[in-house]
């Protein structure tokens, strides 16, 4: 049987990080690999090291191999016998398990001195700061049948054109971590381009035109949807990608499927959701899982759009929950850079949309918003976003981050809008009904012979108006 060994290495923890991992056939080295990770806790190091293990072996078509760490938490969690505390961590336990399905595994907790070489390896990345690095680097996937070298080169000089222009911070199309399911290269686009237009025309992306943002159906046109914060979530961070010479397809990718799995009538829509499902033994429901779940398994039929690991962790990631914008920046690092413009574009544009949207259906006028907050951002929608974006590209290094007086407002307009508006009594008034909704869809769902989990990838890929009509039918 082959032995794997993996090896995760933070230097600050969070600090700069990288993975290191190795396949040995009795004394024969048969692989090895060392990839710089950017800023990383330790436990992401270790996941991001095993994840190179296990997806390498995958690619060898191995049927059986011990997977050797110096992580008893990791190896723990992998073998079911430690949970996973925190959100972020589970997810990436998740996918390890996902590149370990097929083949049997054995996770064996080693001391450290036994796992030299791994270690070395990623603290090697982390010394030359280098993008993944193989032996034995994979050979050139296969090409779908009728492409021509003309086409073909196409896609290599865009990736090509990556390496020489993009930063040291950035993913690399030509570098991706794959897909679930190996597949074809496309001779045009590179895999974050193909995941991009997969987003684009897939149902959910365009069933987000008639799912809540904030206002419950409102009266007005101009009023937000959950698309249109997508594309202003998404505009917003391929400007700042740009900028800091980041992959703009990845970034574009992540931001169009961020929302995919969101409920209809916004989060007192997945508020109510949430607290159904619970009752019915499934764990906490909540919209960035439910946008894995859906271009993981949902979307094409119940195949899903099979995207890159990097899209993929990109989604699930973007979620900062209802913290303070400065605490959201306390959260674990996305596993890309890329994902974390998006996390931070995200905020860029609902707190500067939800305070046009309630300013234009009149639930507060200019003159309640903060004063700080217009002096130091700007008076109107879009100096707003230029100050936040232009402050987001001047600050950040290694990681994303804001200045000091501009995050200081930033936070003082998430206050505001939350006691002024989330909180205001006209949209609070409309949550008894939305959870009544919720809760009859999600109950007919279980009396139509669905499970739990189906109810709820049900309930929750309804728009606002077809949620409206099906609660309508059923008390008809």
Same mark, same amino acid.
């Given at each position: 049987?082959?032995?794997?060994?993996?090896?995760?290495?933070?230097?600050?923890?969070?600090?700069?990080?990288?993975?290191?991992?190795?396949?040995?056939?009795?004394?024969?080295?048969?692989?090895?690999?060392?990839?710089?990770?950017?800023?990383?806790?330790?436990?992401?190091?270790?996941?991001?090291?095993?994840?190179?293990?296990?997806?390498?072996?995958?690619?060898?078509?191995?049927?059986?191999?011990?997977?050797?760490?110096?992580?008893?938490?990791?190896?723990?969690?992998?073998?079911?016998?430690?949970?996973?505390?925190?959100?972020?961590?589970?997810?990436?336990?998740?996918?390890?398990?996902?590149?370990?399905?097929?083949?049997?595994?054995?996770?064996?907790?080693?001391?450290?001195?036994?796992?030299?070489?791994?270690?070395?390896?990623?603290?090697?990345?982390?010394?030359?700061?280098?993008?993944?690095?193989?032996?034995?680097?994979?050979?050139?996937?296969?090409?779908a049948p009728g492409q021509n070298?003309?086409?073909?080169?196409?896609?290599?000089?865009?990736?090509?054109?990556?390496?020489?222009?993009?930063?040291?911070?950035?993913?690399?199309?030509?570098?991706?971590?794959?897909?679930?399911?190996?597949?074809?290269?496309?001779?045009?686009?590179?895999?974050?381009?193909?995941?991009?237009?997969?987003?684009?025309h897939s149902k959910s992306f365009?069933?987000?035109?008639?799912?809540?943002?904030?206002?419950?159906?409102?009266?007005?046109?101009?009023?937000?949807?959950?698309?249109?914060?997508?594309?202003?979530?998404?505009?917003?961070?391929?400007?700042?990608?740009?900028?800091?010479?980041?992959?703009?397809?990845?970034?574009?990718?992540?931001?169009?499927?961020?929302?995919?799995?969101?409920?209809?009538?916004?989060?007192?829509?997945?508020?109510?959701?949430?607290?159904?499902?619970?009752?019915?033994? =499934?764990?906490?429901? #909540?919209?960035?899982?439910?946008?894995?779940? %859906?271009? *993981? !398994?949902? @979307? /094409?039929? +119940?195949?899903?759009?099979?995207?890159?690991?990097?899209?993929?962790?990109?989604?699930?990631?973007?979620?900062?929950?209802?913290?303070?914008?400065?605490?959201?920046?306390?959260?674990?690092?996305?596993?890309?850079?890329?994902?974390?413009?998006?996390?931070?574009?995200?905020?860029?544009?609902?707190?500067?949309?939800?305070?046009?949207?309630?300013?234009?259906?009149?639930?507060?006028?200019?003159?309640?918003?903060?004063?700080?907050?217009?002096?130091? =951002?700007?008076?109107? #929608?879009?100096?707003?976003?230029?100050?936040? %974006?232009? *402050? !987001?590209? @001047? /600050?950040? +290094?290694?990681t994303i981050a804001f200045s000091?007086?501009?995050?200081?407002?930033?936070?003082?307009?998430?206050?505001?809008?939350?006691?002024?508006?989330?909180?205001?009594?006209?949209?609070?008034?409309?949550?008894?009904?939305?959870?009544?909704?919720?809760?009859?869809?999600?109950?007919?769902?279980?009396?139509?012979?669905?499970?739990?989990?189906?109810?709820?990838?049900?309930?929750?890929?309804?728009?606002?108006?077809?949620?409206?009509?099906?609660?309508?039918?059923?008390?008809?």
């Open positions: 049987m082959l032995i794997g060994y993996f090896d995760g290495a933070s230097r600050g923890n969070p600090g700069k990080a990288g993975a290191g991992a190795c396949i040995v056939s009795g004394k024969a080295l048969v692989w090895e690999c060392a990839e710089y990770l950017g800023i990383k806790t330790n436990n992401e190091a270790e996941y991001a090291a095993l994840a190179l293990l296990l997806a390498e072996a995958r690619r060898r078509g191995v049927t059986e191999i011990e997977a050797r760490g110096d992580s008893k938490l990791v190896v723990s969690q992998m073998k079911g016998e430690y949970k996973a505390k925190t959100p972020h961590i589970a997810v990436l336990r998740d996918e390890a398990r996902r590149l370990a399905e097929g083949m049997k595994v054995k996770f064996t907790w080693i001391p450290r001195e036994e796992n030299k070489q791994a270690d070395a390896l990623s603290n090697k990345a982390i010394d030359d700061e280098v993008k993944p690095v193989a032996e034995n680097p994979p050979a050139p996937k296969k090409d070298t003309k086409k073909l080169a196409l896609r290599e000089t865009i990736e090509a054109r990556e390496r020489e222009w993009l930063s040291a911070a950035a993913a690399l199309a030509s570098k991706s971590k794959g897909r679930l399911r190996d597949e074809p290269e496309c001779p045009i686009r590179t895999v974050f381009q193909r995941d991009r237009d997969r987003i684009i365009r069933r987000l035109k008639h799912k809540t943002q904030v206002l419950f159906l409102p009266e007005s046109d101009h009023t937000r949807t959950r698309l249109t914060h997508t594309l202003e979530v998404a505009q917003i961070a391929r400007t700042i990608a740009r900028a800091l010479r980041l992959n703009e397809d990845l970034t574009e990718a992540i931001a169009l499927g961020h929302d995919l799995g969101h409920t209809p009538f916004g989060h007192a829509g997945e508020r109510a959701l949430r607290a159904v499902a619970a009752e019915h033994g =499934l764990p906490p429901f #909540h919209h960035s899982y439910q946008s894995l779940r %859906v271009v *993981d !398994v949902l @979307e /094409r039929g +119940g195949h899903g759009l099979n995207l890159t690991w990097e899209v993929r962790m990109g989604i699930v990631q973007h979620s900062k929950g209802q913290v303070d914008v400065k605490d959201g920046f306390a959260l674990a690092r996305p596993s890309s850079t890329e994902a974390w413009v998006v996390r931070v574009s995200d905020s860029i544009a609902y707190l500067n949309h939800d305070l046009g949207d309630a300013l234009g259906s009149k639930l507060i006028s200019v003159s309640d918003v903060p004063e700080g907050v217009l002096a130091v =951002l700007g008076r109107t #929608h879009s100096k707003r976003i230029n100050s936040l %974006v232009s *402050d !987001v590209i @001047e /600050r950040s +290094g290694e000091e007086p501009i995050l200081e407002q930033a936070e003082a307009l998430r206050r505001f809008l939350f006691e002024r508006v989330y909180l205001n009594d006209a949209i609070k008034a409309e949550e008894p009904k939305i959870e009544r909704i919720i809760r009859a869809l999600f109950e007919n769902a279980l009396r139509g012979g669905l499970t739990p989990r189906e109810a709820a990838d049900t309930v929750s890929g309804m728009t606002d108006r077809y949620a409206v009509n099906m609660f309508r039918n059923m008390k008809g």
